[in-house]
């Protein structure tokens, strides 16, 4: 007897699953692990980033060299530099593209990361042509020049979504951080900029400091359940009021997770933390717990759940906004040992 139908759709996509490897370098950075996530059961891997940065210094350094080459001196103006652009960061990020389409069946989403204007378009029709199946574009930004308003940086991101948009036929998908000033607004510009899904959210790596050198250091911290919080409820409160699709992404570790991101909305649930614990057989797992939860509770497809409780078909919507904070904070739901 067949189990549930686990199969999803997203950005235009059936996928297998609501499992989708995100962008993480120790997962997709070596093309060896791409057929080993597919294997154990991804349904989809958003490749590790391309950053913004990489791609205007390849493109400076490519521009640079073949100018200088070629143009500089009368003696060498048929010499071309021993400096192509397939040697170069991008060049190798959509090589890396071509090669995951060539070893698996299953989509591979390129990711690009960056939040001010720049080669945007060529680079975007570039991994279309490498056999991208969609675009993640990441907008991670801490913005510190006091002088930029938050219209100014949030039009500036819709640009850049739009540019994207624009040049290629690929779907795009936008991940945000949490942090801004009304998210359903800014949602609907993306959407009007042409964005189709948006992945929610980014979680800012924030620096140590070790006292004793008196450096600043790297502080990577992998995710737990409590991060499924945020997502959780933003996913809740725009499924339905915004035509988008949704990925959660944050705290996904267990079946059950997946199954509440399910049911406020999210077409696709990102896993990275709990593969980088468990290894790529965590898929297995999650994918078997999904599958024995849907049975159980007399479903016979993952997509029978999406939006079941969203804030516009949950029977009480206030839990997602105000009124919740406010029993929150005057209630003690966890028998708290507090004795003043």
């Known amino acids: 007897m067949n189990g549930p139908d686990l199969s999803s759709h997203y950005l235009g996509l059936t996928l297998a699953s609501p499992l989708v490897v995100g962008a993480a370098a120790p997962l997709s950075g070596d093309p060896d692990h791409i057929p080993r996530l597919a294997e154990a059961g991804a349904a989809a891997v958003v490749l590790h980033s391309l950053f913004l940065e990489q791609i205007e210094r390849d493109w400076q350094d490519w521009e640079h060299h073949h100018h200088q080459g070629s143009e500089s001196y009368a003696e060498a103006l048929s010499y071309q530099p021993n400096l192509e652009p397939r040697h170069l960061g991008v060049e190798g990020y959509l090589h890396e593209i071509e090669t995951a389409r060539r070893r698996v069946d299953i989509p591979i989403i390129a990711s690009l990361n960056g939040t001010e204007e720049g080669h945007w378009e060529a680079i975007a029709r570039a991994v279309e042509q490498a056999g991208a199946a969609a675009i993640e574009l990441n907008l991670y930004a801490v913005p510190t020049d006091r002088s930029l308003d938050a219209n100014a940086l949030e039009a500036a991101q819709v640009a850049i979504v739009r540019s994207v948009c624009a040049a290629t036929s690929l779907p795009v998908a936008v991940k945000l951080s949490p942090y801004y000033t009304n998210l359903h607004h800014l949602a609907h510009a993306l959407k009007a900029a042409g964005a189709r899904a948006l992945v929610l959210f980014n979680r800012f790596y924030q620096p140590d400091i070790d006292i004793e050198t008196l450096e600043p250091r790297a502080n990577l911290l992998l995710s737990t359940a409590a991060d499924q919080r945020l997502p959780l409820r933003w996913i809740a409160l725009l499924h339905g009021r915004v035509p988008l699709e949704f990925a959660a992404s944050g705290g996904i570790s267990h079946g059950t997770d997946v199954v509440r991101m399910l049911m406020v909305g999210a077409s696709a649930t990102m896993v990275v933390s709990a593969l980088l614990r468990h290894g790529p057989r965590h898929l297995q797992t999650l994918t078997t717990e999904l599958s024995h939860w849907l049975e159980e509770h007399g479903?016979?497809?993952?997509?029978?759940?999406?939006?079941?409780?969203?804030?516009?078909?949950?029977?009480?919507?206030?839990?997602?906004?105000?009124?919740?904070?406010?029993?929150?904070?005057?209630?003690?739901?966890?028998?708290?040992?507090w004795d003043p």
């Open 299 to 337: 479903h016979g497809s993952a997509r029978e759940l999406l939006g079941c409780m969203s804030q516009q078909r949950c029977p009480d919507p206030a839990s997602f906004e105000r009124a919740q904070y406010l029993r929150a904070i005057t209630s003690d739901p966890v028998g708290l040992a």
